[in-house]
């Protein structure tokens, strides 16, 4: 039952996106009730069909009427006089002009509603879908540490694509389809009279095996979705993961893995297939039977010139036309519920607590003058496994200009607390100050406007080298790019591609060594200018000649700035003003190197087991380094 409530209510979100495609949509069902309407109409000239034009003592100039008006309890008259032009009243041409008319509206209804209602429909998803990317976009680190990028992007294609094809497609077949059924509904009841009464039997009939039809294929398309599902998610690892199935020689596992997925999706298929097409020719079984039935009663009905032979075809017709739209709704039904249960994860995503929020009365940070200060910061990370203890009682001071290093094995929290400077995540305890400012009091895009981050991943995106560059600032001029690259070391390769700086580069783009990708990233901080730098330096040893160039590229990005590092290079370590060793999400020592070294344990051992390895075999003294210092 509160299923059935919360499906409704998600209904009611997609109609409230609607709502600006409401005068489409209200011309789509005016359009879409003039398909039933004249479609009706249609079945209507059967009867003169074969009554008037094709038997053969039809009297010419007699008035053709359409709906008797003697029929039952309905005293309306409708005869082909009253709508055709008087210039064509003869037999053959009323017929056929009524015929082509009739049909050329029908079409234009059935264009324009199409049309319309699928307007309305795709309208409403660009909406949701814009909305959805948005809410997604500006969400909180947490968010993305929570939902898996397989999931999201789910939800923005595979999700929206089935809410799209029953907001668009299903819709407009529907509303035509209902008005059709009313139309056709109207015409058996006006055309039959008593004789259409023998029909309500079958309605019950009709119904359960619906449902019954309708409920088996739901079940049956779900289990199709959860096996294509497991199919993307073979796919998604077997390619991403390429290198390891390679490396451990897993093809030919990886293939049987898959084809007895596929198998299991082509068996989920054929259930739905089997299911879904007892329908037809159930449905034409009941038809034939009632239609069988109707032939007798007709039969008596036209011997006593109660009915023409030509209104009990059009009531045939009718019927049959009838079961059109009733088959096909059990196919929409299926299509909203589907729409319905997706809707869920993408509501669910909207919906979804943000963490890190701006205070209404956030104030803008001013250019950083003076210190950041983490005072008594503790963090947890809470999951649903439970709550994971990070930092605790972080006391730290750092001054204008400073470089500050971290330290400490993996796992102690160095990650953890350089991401609370940029306010990826808010503090569980205690608080960091920027200049005095609580994080949490200024505005988000203030504070990330004064920090600059070079991640061990450098993310460049699919487009040229000048954009990756001046990624955030579209509109700086190229002499400030080109200095930004000189900085980094990264001019002279870059001249050296094909198209220069406008080289396109990127996931599928041109490749790019480690170092040089580290140097691009370097110049895009540069460029940035921002006072405050995060650098989290590469584990992975480059050769000699790419690591003398990534750290002359660093010092000079390094200049000038407060720079907090976590370091993993000896050279690193040595420019920094202060170290600070990470332990178990503390800070347990201090200083500098040569302090360091003489009184903590941790760093003697950090210096013998993972300085002293990374570190390439000569570090030359760079001049701009020096310059720094
Ligand atoms: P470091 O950078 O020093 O290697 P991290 O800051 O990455 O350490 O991690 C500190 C601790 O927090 C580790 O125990 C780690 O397992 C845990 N941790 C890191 N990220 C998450 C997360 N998203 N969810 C839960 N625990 C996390």
């Given amino acids: 039952m509160s299923s059935t409530r919360a499906g409704s209510n998600r209904f009611l979100r997609l109609l409230h996106y609607a709502r600006r495609y409401l005068p489409a949509a209200i011309i789509a069902v005016i359009m879409a009730a003039g398909v039933g309407l004249f479609d009706a109409f249609r079945v209507l000239l059967v009867g003169p069909i074969f009554d008037n034009v094709l038997h053969p003592g039809g009297i010419p100039h007699k008035k053709i009427s359409l709906i008797p008006s003697e029929f039952g309890h309905f005293h309306l008259h409708l005869t082909l006089q009253q709508l055709v032009p008087s210039g064509l009243h003869n037999d053959w041409n009323m017929v056929a002009y009524a015929l082509v008319i009739s049909t050329l509206l029908k079409g234009i209804c059935s264009y324009a509603g199409t049309y319309l209602a699928s307007y309305a429909g795709f309208g409403t998803i660009t909406?949701?879908?814009?909305?959805?990317?948005e809410i997604i976009l500006r969400r909180s680190v947490s968010f993305f540490q929570k939902h898996t990028t397989g999931t999201l992007l789910s939800a923005l294609v595979t999700d929206i694509e089935r809410v799209q094809l029953a907001m668009s497609t299903v819709l407009s077949g529907f509303l035509q389809q209902f008005f059709t059924l009313v139309a056709m509904t109207a015409l058996v009841i006006v055309l039959g009279g008593e004789l259409a009464w023998i029909l309500v039997i079958f309605i019950p009939l009709v119904f359960i095996s619906m449902r019954r039809i309708g409920r088996g294929v739901r079940k049956s398309t779900r289990k199709g979705q959860d096996k294509l599902a497991e199919i993307q998610n073979i796919l998604h690892e077997t390619i991403t993961g390429n290198r390891i199935v390679k490396a451990f020689n897993m093809e030919s596992w990886e293939l049987v893995r898959f084809r007895a997925a596929a198998?299991?999706?082509l068996s989920a298929n054929m259930r739905t297939v089997s299911t879904q097409s007892v329908s037809s020719p159930l449905m034409d079984l009941i038809g034939a039977v009632a239609i069988a039935l109707l032939l007798k009663l007709g039969h008596i009905a036209i011997n006593h010139h109660q009915m023409k032979p030509g209104q009990f075809m059009a009531l045939i017709v009718a019927l049959f036309k009838l079961y059109d739209p009733v088959r096909r709704f059990a196919v929409y039904y299926?299509?909203?519920?589907q729409a319905v249960g997706s809707s869920q994860a993408i509501f669910d995503f909207i919906d979804d607590e943000e963490h890190v929020v701006e205070k209404p009365d956030a104030v803008a940070l001013t250019q950083f003058h003076d210190s950041i200060v983490l005072d008594h910061v503790g963090f947890h990370y809470s999951d649903e496994e439970g709550v994971k203890e990070a930092l605790q009682d972080v006391d730290l001071t750092i001054r204008r200009g400073e470089v500050i290093a971290l330290v400490g094995p993996?796992?102690?929290?160095?990650?953890?607390l350089v991401?609370?400077?940029?306010?990826?995540?808010?503090?569980?305890s205690g608080r960091v100050l920027i200049d005095g400012h609580d994080l949490r009091d200024v505005t988000l895009a203030s504070l990330r406007h004064q920090i600059a981050t070079v991640t061990q991943e450098t993310i460049l995106f699919n487009d040229t080298v000048r954009n990756?560059?001046?990624y955030g600032q579209p509109d700086v001029n190229h002499e400030r790019i080109l200095e930004a690259a000189k900085a980094a070391l990264a001019h002279n390769f870059i001249e050296q591609m094909p198209d220069g700086y406008n080289t396109v580069i990127g996931e599928k783009g041109f490749r790019l060594s480690g170092g040089e990708r580290q140097r691009l990233a370097i110049a895009r901080a540069i460029l940035k200018n921002a006072p405050i730098l995060i650098l989290d330096e590469a584990t992975s040893a480059l050769d000699a000649e790419s690591e003398s160039l990534v750290q002359t590229a660093l010092a000079n990005l390094m200049q000038d700035r407060t720079s907090i590092v976590i370091a993993h290079r000896l050279s690193t370590v040595r420019r920094a003003d202060r170290?600070?060793?990470i332990e178990a999400g503390r800070i347990t020592a201090i200083g500098s190197h040569e302090e360091l070294l003489l009184t903590s344990p941790t760093y003697q051992k950090l210096y013998k087991l993972q300085f002293m390895n990374i570190e390439p075999t000569k570090v030359p003294d760079l001049p701009v380094s020096e310059a720094a210092e």
């Avoid at 299926?334 to 519920?337: I, L, P, V």
Wanted: net charge positive; proline share 3%.
């Fill in 579 to 581: 170290i600070a060793v």
């Fill in 468 to 470: 990756n560059i001046a």
């Fill in 334 to 337: 299926n299509n909203f519920q």
């Fill in 410 to 416: 993996s796992g102690a929290g160095k990650s953890t």
């Fill in 127 to 133: 909406d949701l879908r814009d909305d959805l990317y």
């Fill in 419 to 428: 991401s609370l400077i940029p306010r990826f995540f808010d503090v569980t």
């Fill in 263 to 265: 198998r299991r999706l």
